[in-house]
Each structure stands twice: as structure tokens, then as C-alpha cells.
């Protein structure tokens, strides 16, 4: 049995992750910094499930449970970023410089402790976001935080080879990322944003999660982002 470590697996793309690779037989342990969401999380999953609370920005901390669980197959980080979104002029730039803390570094820090835990033919797949490359205004600075992930994926699968390095790149994604939004907002939101888009509907987190398993686990693609948007950058 081949082992996965999800960082970020305890809500939303992360936990749709988890149980997908948890119903193709892997042992999956999840990693986030909140017990009472990991212990829902682990619950939530058939099969062998094993929870662990991280903060991924500390890397003795993340190099101790990767040492644990070694050696690991399929390494998948999807943290979040909350901040950075406006338009430039107008944009905080502490809430930007946190937005990188929330997302970047830790992916950075996680990733870099859990190297020399990851077996030969390990997988690595990070998660952006189509602000990465959609011309779509007030998205100056959270599109450079998601670059940013992503600009690792093409470097490191030639540095780290064997190990393959890939990420997704999702668009809108009904999860409690939007959870900030009330109902109704969001629910009007997301239909103005459906209407726009050529599938014309919003993604699930599954939808993203299948991606990123085909990522991880298919052994003939490294150094690729692959683009679930529904088409976004399409009408950008």
C-alpha cells in the first residue's frame, strides 16, 4: 500500500482529494492545523485514514511527520491564500503580504521538509489558480501569489527528477474558501459567474480533486499545470 500525505486535507478541494485516494487504496494521512476539522475529516473517509495536526509553515514540524510516515508516494499541498484580491491601487498590501504567508511559504516550507522523505518515484502537486495567467481586473495580487506556486512546478520537476512535480490550476471552486460571502451573495455570485463561463457551471470540489489525482498518480506527466476552470481564462 502506497502512502499520500495531504496538506490542507481537512476541508474543500484538499478533503475531496483524501477520499478519492483513500477509494483507490492508498493510506492517506491528512495534515491541517485544525483538530476539530481533521477529526471530521478523518471520520468523513473510508479507509486507511490517519489525521495529523501541521502547521505546515513549521518545518521541523512537517519534516518530523513526514520522517513518520515515510516513505511517501504522493505528496499533494492545497493551501489556501485568502487575501490579496482588489483592484492594485487600491490594495493593502499587508493583507498581500499575508496572503503569501497563508499560502506560498508554507507550500515552500512544507514541500522543501518533505524531500528527503519522499520515495523515488514520488509525486508532488501543488495548487494554483487561474489568477495565474487570466487577464481578469482586481486580480493583480492574488494572481501573483498563485504564479508564484505555480512557477515552482517546471524548475523542481527538472531538479528533483525522477520525482514528479505537477499542479492544478482551478477557477471558481464552490467551497468554504467563499465562506466570507453571505448565502445569498454567494449564491448570486456564483450563478453571474457560471452565466460567463463556457461550461456554465461551477466546480466542485471533487471536479478539481480528479485532476490532481491524475497528477499524482499517473506516472507519464511532470512539470504540467493542468487548468480546471470551466473555460475562465476562455472569457477573460
Given amino acids: 500500500m502506497t502512502t499520500a500525505l495531504v496538506i490542507g486535507g481537512t476541508s474543500g478541494v484538499g ?23 481533521l477529526n471530521r475529516a478523518t471520520a468523513a ?13 513549521d518545518a521541523e514540524a512537517a519534516a518530523a511527520l513526514a520522517a513518520k510516515i ?13 487575501g490579496g484580491a482588489g483592484p492594485l491601487g487600491d490594495l493593502p498590501l499587508d493583507g498581500l503580504r499575508q496572503a503569501f504567508e497563508e499560502k506560498y511559504w508554507p507550500t515552500v516550507t512544507a514541500l522543501q521538509a518533505s524531500l528527503a522523505h519522499l520515495s523515488e518515484d514520488a509525486s508532488i502537486t501543488l495548487v494554483g489558480a487561474v489568477t495565474a495567467r487570466a ?3 482586481g486580480t493583480a495580487g492574488i494572481g501573483s501569489l498563485n504564479a508564484a506556486v505555480e512557477g515552482l512546478v517546471q524548475p523542481l520537476a527538472a531538479e528533483l527528477a ?26 448570486a455570485f456564483f450563478k453571474q459567474a457560471a452565466d460567463a463561463l463556457p461550461t456554465k457551471r461551477i466546480a466542485t470540489a471533487p471536479d478539481v480533486a480528479e485532476a490532481i ?8 506527466i511532470t512539470g504540467t499545470v493542468i487548468e480546471t476552470d470551466g473555460g475562465a481564462r476562455l472569457t477573460a
Avoid: F, K, M
Wanted: aromatic share 4%.
Fill in 15 to 37: 478533503l475531496a482529494v483524501a477520499r478519492q485516494l483513500a477509494s483507490r487504496g492508498h493510506a492517506v494521512h491528512i495534515a491541517g492545523r485544525n483538530t476539530e476539522r
Fill in 45 to 57: 473517509i473510508d479507509g486507511d485514514v490517519h489525521g495529523h495536526v501541521l502547521d505546515a509553515a
Fill in 70 to 82: 515515510a516513505p511517501i508516494r504522493h505528496l499533494v499541498i492545497t493551501l489556501a491564500g485568502t
Fill in 135 to 137: 487577464a481578469l481586473p
Fill in 162 to 187: 525522477p520525482i514528479r512535480v505537477n499542479a492544478v490550476s482551478p477557477g471558481y471552486v464552490d467551497t468554504p474558501w467563499w465562506d466570507g460571502l453571505a448565502a445569498g451573495d454567494r449564491s
Fill in 213 to 220: 489525482v491524475l497528477l499524482a498518480t499517473n506516472p507519464n
